[in-house]
Each structure stands twice: as C-alpha cells, then as structure tokens.
C-alpha cells in the first residue's frame, strides 16, 4: 500500500483545477484523466467531497456543503533521503495553498487521522508538533524553513 496523505480544503476552486495546480507544484507530468496525476515520487487524485459523504470533515471545516479533496500517494522505495523530500515537497505544496488562497481553511492528514498541518478558524496556517521530529517528519531537516516560517503546536486530532 502506497504512503497517502490526504488535504481537505475550502473550494476556491474545482478539482481539476486543483490537479493542475498541485502537479505544477510537484512536478506530476503525466496526467491520466482530469483529476489524477503521476509524478516521479508522488500520484495526485482530486475530488470534490460533499457534507452528505463526508459530515465529520465539512463540520471541520465550517460546515460547508462540499470541499476540494486531494489525495498525495507518495511513492515507495525513494530511500531515507527521497522519502524524506517527498515528504518536505507535498507539505510545501499545501502550504502554498495557503499562501496563495487567504480564505481557504482546510486540514493535510496522513492516512485520514493525523494531521499534521491546518488552518481553520482564525489562526492562521499552524504545524503540528511531529514535524519537529528529527528522526521521523523532519529527517534530514527538509522541514527546517516551514519549522520556522509557522507556529509549531500540538494540534487537536479531530479526525480520531
């Protein structure tokens, strides 16, 4: 089973959009329909998710009717070092989401249930305290800049 990393988010824009946008980012050149990509360390799947399927998430992010899903497959086998940066890149990548939409809130989780990086509310963009582990998230310091660019907290695993 492939390492998947899933980010739910306001839809400021339509999941074909949003394929364009996160393969741009992440290099995934070879699209396969209008909401799937592939790229040398990652795959990229979009949605569009309603409140109706999804209840718990929409609640999550404000009680809208529908949100942008997209799904990260990171790839096995890139060794510590590739996983590592793997890893780096598809955080960035939500990240400047957030940077490039204001108004968006959403949540970036491994595997559904951990989330690792949020904005919701008013608090703007907000790591979770994992990343700081050097021997785990944070290998080989590819997180350093983000680490220091945004608040580090523990944050509530709504999801669990």
Same mark, same amino acid.
């Given at each position: 089973m492939a390492i998947e990393y899933h980010f739910a988010a306001s839809p400021v824009m339509s999941d074909t959009?949003?394929? +364009?946008y996160f393969a741009g980012l992440l290099g995934c050149d070879?699209?396969?329909t209008d909401t799937f990509a592939v790229g040398p360390v990652v795959q990229i799947d979009t949605d569009t998710d309603?409140?109706?399927e999804?209840?718990?998430t929409a609640e999550v992010l404000g009680g809208i009717p529908e949100f942008l899903s997209v799904t990260f497959r990171q790839?096995?086998?890139?060794?510590?070092? +590739?996983?590592a940066s793997a890893f780096g890149d598809m955080l960035t990548a939500v990240v400047r989401f957030f940077e490039d939409f204001p108004d968006a809130k959403g949540t970036f989780a491994f595997n559904f249930e951990t989330i690792l990086v949020?904005?919701?509310g008013d608090a703007g963009v907000v790591l979770d305290r994992r990343l700081l582990e050097p021997d785990g998230y944070n290998r080989h310091g590819t997180l350093d800049d983000l680490l220091a660019k945004y608040p580090v907290r523990e944050i509530d695993q709504v999801f669990r």
């Open positions: 959009e949003a394929l +364009g070879d699209r396969r309603t409140a109706e999804y209840p718990h790839a096995k086998d890139l060794g510590d070092r +590739g996983d949020q904005r919701l």
